[in-house]
């Protein structure tokens, strides 16, 4: 009778990350372990759980099940209640429903876990087999085409299993319980290599052809886990120039993937930070200092490299037969084009670039490419957010549910709202082409159904050219358009759950702004409503538009000729030896007559300028490249700067008589570039003293792609922090335009809850 008395019966519900990441099993053998009956089971909107036994224990079973849950998963919430009690038998789990429109998260990929890793030495049926997974690692999101995540979901359902992988997948204390992606050498996924059009099938013959390839020179295209991959060995500098060229290239550094993290430290400088995320089961591209030179061709000229760890299979058993301890590992595309997940499309567009073809027989459904992070005052900072992070939600306070909001242009993420979690939409590319948007409308329709969200309102950048508005535009909907900088700091607002007034500094590269004029160099007062703009950059014609992106040279023109009329074609200056004398009197033409000089506070044309000026970089290959290499030659231990003004808005005057001066002296590059760099830190404590003093807020946020600039994001920290404010930049969401989308969404969603 007191038995009965005893027994307990609770309901638990918990969302977040919680499906394919063995969280049934776990939840399984820990109620178990405390003699708990009952179920567990799988829904649209998270795990919920049933259990029955002597209260101290059902209290210990559900206290431990935030405390530890798989490493893989995210909880967000656990709500539990006291229940009927039912007629249990034993704890069981039972089969998914699809019950609701809500939805839990969808896991990112999984880099292979060591416990795989081994089982690949020992397991009868997985030795050297490429596809081996878990319930802890493995693909996910780039095979999961609906939910719940069920086998027959993802693209795994053509492949059925053996009896082995079998009962592995239906023994509850097994590693493989439920694994959706599990596979064996005889029932699972197979590669397969083409070379000199002959099809090879044999595994063991497979590594050995690739790896003599790499070894004498040659390129090899692989499909990896969310797209193509190109690789080459990265200390050949004939074969990585080779491959520049093909891949119409010019200075963009190519990630590199070391065989351990023991060889990269042999090339790179590797603290306790980069090495814990380069070895994090997420496995992004880290940005390293360079320490010991690859193939001048891998970065060009640039002090660092971008770097990662082995994360599928193939990438371990490749390097287990490579004497080599670096390869080139780089995105699968033609130039600006997304990268190409497809076989056949591989063999026709790749083929060209590459020596050989390494494919696989499994569909990869949604597009990722390598995500790239770096680390700034001991803080990862995420700069592409794809693999291994998407579709991980944003927490919000708000209600963003049924808002979708399109991003910018360049690096675009879109974003949808559910309920309170918005979801950012994997690195999309720039949206320049057919290619790229093909993928970003594909992308939100594939977004929409597997979240089953139907957009409600769209929020948009208020640029009507980018694509992303137009794309908004052409929906029926009611469209809310956002400020670029105002979106960049309720990004970084929102990633750190700041919901009041703030003083936010945008630097970037180009905005649209209120008054029509490219923006970009930003000081605000705001909240997630609404913004006032306190200061800027003073306006700079930018000639050309467009054209003056791709030449620095020309900002550098513009700035001399407002400083210091024609004079400054007699200073002698070594950079405008390389400028065709006709094309430098067009442009201060252009200027005089206002020919397409739309008027700028950029910052990112003033570092475009500056790094012009001191002749690193006049002509840009590729996005940011020109502030990129000012802050690549800089030394870092300078501490001199220039002046500047503030009168109303931000003025340079004294800044580029300083560097004139410095040029003519012969002061070196290095020195010019620390003391731009230098004068940009205290500009910005400056003008956020001042503010601090006038409005009485102490909290910044600072976003926008310039904070990407490793030097001025760890000095402004740690002046600010020095000077008792609070500081806010993003981490997990890129500061660039990437990062865009997300404030929209929460502005957008601020808006309409004022409304209602
Ligand atoms: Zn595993
Ligand atoms: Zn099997
Ligand atoms: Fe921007």
Redesign the pocket.
């Known amino acids: 009778m007191k038995k009965f008395l005893d027994k307990h019966t609770a309901s638990v519900h918990v969302k977040g990350l919680v499906q394919g990441v063995g969280f049934r099993p776990f939840i399984y053998c820990l109620a178990k372990k405390y003699k708990l009956k009952g179920w567990v089971e799988n829904r649209n909107d998270g795990v919920v759980i049933e259990v029955q036994g002597n209260k101290k224990s059902v209290e210990k079973f559900i206290s431990l099940i935030k405390t530890q849950a798989p490493v893989a998963s995210n909880i967000v919430t656990i709500f539990s209640k006291k229940t009927k009690p039912g007629n249990f038998s034993d704890f069981q789990i039972i089969k998914s429903k699809n019950t609701s429109d809500e939805i839990t998260d969808i896991s990112p990929d999984i880099a292979v876990c060591d416990e795989c890793l081994k089982d690949m030495k020992i397991q009868e049926n997985r030795i050297n087999y490429p596809f081996i997974n878990c319930t802890n690692c493995g693909p996910r999101f780039t095979i999961i085409k609906d939910l719940p995540y069920d086998r027959e979901k993802t693209t795994m359902s053509p492949f059925i299993m053996c009896k082995s992988c079998a009962a592995e997948y239906t023994d509850i204390l097994d590693r493989r319980f439920h694994a959706q992606p599990v596979a064996c050498s005889v029932c699972g996924p197979e590669y397969e290599l083409i070379y000199k059009g002959k099809i090879i099938n044999d595994l063991q013959k497979i590594l050995k052809i690739v790896c003599e390839l790499i070894e004498v020179g040659k390129i090899i295209a692989i499909k990896g886990l969310g797209g193509f991959h190109i690789a080459c060995d990265a200390q050949n500098e004939e074969v990585v120039k080779r491959l520049r060229k093909k891949k119409n290239r010019d200075g963009k550094p190519f990630a590199v993937m070391f065989s351990d993290i023991k060889s990269l430290k042999d090339y790179a400088i590797v603290n306790d930070v980069h090495a814990s995320i380069l070895q994090s089961w997420r496995r992004p591209i880290i940005l390293l200092n360079e320490k010991k030179k690859l193939a001048p061709s891998v970065n060009v000229g640039f002090d660092t490299i971008g770097a990662m760890l082995p994360y599928m299979p193939i990438h371990y058993l490749l390097f287990e037969k490579l004497n080599i301890p670096v390869i080139v590992l780089t995105s699968g595309n033609i130039s600006d084009e997304p990268i190409i997940i497809d076989n056949e499309e591989a063999k026709k567009q790749l083929t060209g670039i590459s020596d050989a073809l390494l494919i696989y027989n499994r569909e990869i459904y949604n597009r990722t490419d390598d995500s790239v992070a770096m680390v700034v005052n001991n803080k990862e900072r995420v700069i592409r957010r794809s693999r291994g992070f998407t579709p991980t939600p944003v927490e919000l306070k708000i209600n963003v549910d049924g808002i979708l909001a399109t991003g910018?242009e360049?690096v675009n993420c879109f974003c949808i709202g559910k309920g309170k979690q918005a979801i950012l939409s994997q690195h999309i590319g720039d949206l320049k082409n057919i290619e790229t948007l093909e993928f970003y409308t594909e992308t939100i329709e594939q977004f929409k159904k597997l979240f089953r969200v139907k957009p409600t309102l769209i929020a948009c950048d208020k640029h009507p050219d980018y694509l992303s508005t137009k794309y908004a535009n052409d929906l029926e909907l009611p469209k809310i358009q956002i400020q670029?900088?105002h979106?960049?700091i309720a990004s970084c607002m929102t990633e750190h759950g700041l919901d009041e007034k703030v003083i936010g500094v945008?630097f970037?590269?180009?905005?649209l702004g209120d008054d029509n004029k490219i923006w970009?160099g930003e000081f605000f007062v705001c909240d997630l409503k609404d913004y006032k703009r306190i200061t800027h950059f003073d306006y700079i014609p930018m000639p050309g538009g467009d054209k003056a992106t791709k030449n620095p040279w020309r900002m550098a023109v513009s700035f001399l000729y407002k400083f210091f009329g024609k004079d400054f074609l007699n200073f002698n200056l070594p950079f405008l030896k390389n400028i065709n004398k006709k094309d430098i009197d067009l442009l201060l033409y252009a200027i005089d007559k206002n020919i397409n000089c739309p008027l700028t506070s950029s910052a990112g044309r003033l570092f475009d300028a500056v790094a012009a000026l001191t002749n690193i970089c006049t002509f840009s290959t590729f996005h940011a490249e020109a502030p990129m290499r000012l802050e690549s030659v800089m030394d870092d231990n300078c501490n001199k700067y220039y002046d500047f003004e503030i009168i109303k808005t931000i003025k340079f005057d004294k800044t580029f008589k300083g560097i004139i001066d410095d040029i003519k002296s012969g002061t070196s590059v290095s020195v010019i570039s620390a003391k731009f760099h230098n004068t940009i830190i205290n500009i910005i404590f400056a003008v956020v003293s001042e503010i601090r003093k006038d409005k009485k807020i102490d909290k910044v946020v600072l976003s926008?792609?310039s904070f990407q600039n490793r030097y001025i994001l760890e000095k402004i920290e740690n002046l600010l922090i020095d000077n008792g404010f609070n500081i806010y930049s993003q981490r997990s969401i890129p500061a660039?335009?990437g990062g865009?989308a997300l404030g929209q969404l929460a502005i957008a969603a601020k808006r309409r809850e004022m409304v209602h």
């Open positions: 910018a360049l670029h900088h979106a960049h945008a970037d590269g180009i905005g970009g926008g792609g660039n335009d865009i």
